[in-house]
């Protein structure tokens, strides 16, 4: 079975600091990783995806992720930390078995708290 | 930009009663998702259509919650009757057949 850990709750990070979000998976197959962000009363935003290529993946928002295979590990990054970056953020995998347009599996989620 | 939309933003109702929640995807989407968000959780898919079919429905409470797509557009999700446990956030997304999914704002359920 597919799924996805965010060993952390939260996260403090001071503005300005660079900040990560750790996210390992379990698939089997090629995995299909993905970050959202989701703001307070908000549905998920799409931050970045990994499919295949380059194992540094760069998105929305100044933020980063880097795909280690061998760690099976997608963390999500930022060189330098906002307050507006404070939010709730999920890695999820796409289910393998259904295509391009397979459901997504989330990990329960990482608050990241940025303070001024 | 264009979005997914639901409706309504929130819905506070009594357990027994029924409830509706609606969908419409970004144009051209032709997979649907209904996934569920309970509060400190992230969200787990209840159904997903493409156009009006349903191809994966295994983590829906048939007995209570039914969902339609009936012209491969618009979706609607219905709990009846809603039990306190049903108390979360309802969110729908929608994808092209690149397989990006974007989330509409939810619909956040009280039952009381």
């Known amino acids: 079975a597919q799924s996805v850990a965010q060993p952390e709750d939260q996260v403090n990070v001071a503005e300005g600091n660079p900040l990560t979000v750790k996210c390992t998976y379990s698939?089997?197959?090629?995995?299909?990783l993905f970050w959202y962000v989701q703001y307070p009363n908000r549905g998920l935003q799409f931050l970045l995806k990994y499919i295949t290529g380059d194992n540094l993946v760069k998105g929305s928002y100044g933020f980063e992720a880097e795909f280690n295979k061998s760690q099976t590990s997608f963390h999500l990054k930022k060189p330098s930390a906002l307050v507006s970056d404070s939010a709730l953020y999920f890695c999820?995998?796409?289910?393998?078995?259904?295509?391009?347009?397979?459901?997504?599996?989330f990990g329960q989620g990482t608050t990241l708290q940025v303070k001024p | 930009e264009a979005e997914v939309a639901q409706s309504p933003r929130y819905k506070i109702t009594e357990k027994s009663q029924a409830v509706a929640f609606w969908c419409d995807p970004i144009s051209g989407h032709a997979t649907l998702y209904w996934y569920r968000q309970i509060l400190g959780q992230g969200p787990e898919l209840l159904v997903q259509f493409q156009d009006e079919s349903v191809v994966d429905d295994s983590q829906l409470p048939k007995d209570r919650f039914s969902a339609e797509r009936l012209k491969g557009v618009d979706s609607t999700l219905k709990i009846q009757p809603a039990e306190l446990g049903d108390s979360a956030m309802y969110l729908c997304a929608s994808s092209s057949r690149q397989g990006e999914q974007f989330f509409g704002p939810g619909t956040r359920l009280t039952v009381l």
């Open positions: 999820a995998v796409r289910d393998s078995g259904s295509g391009n347009t397979g459901k997504l599996i």
């Open positions: 698939v089997s197959g090629n995995p299909y």
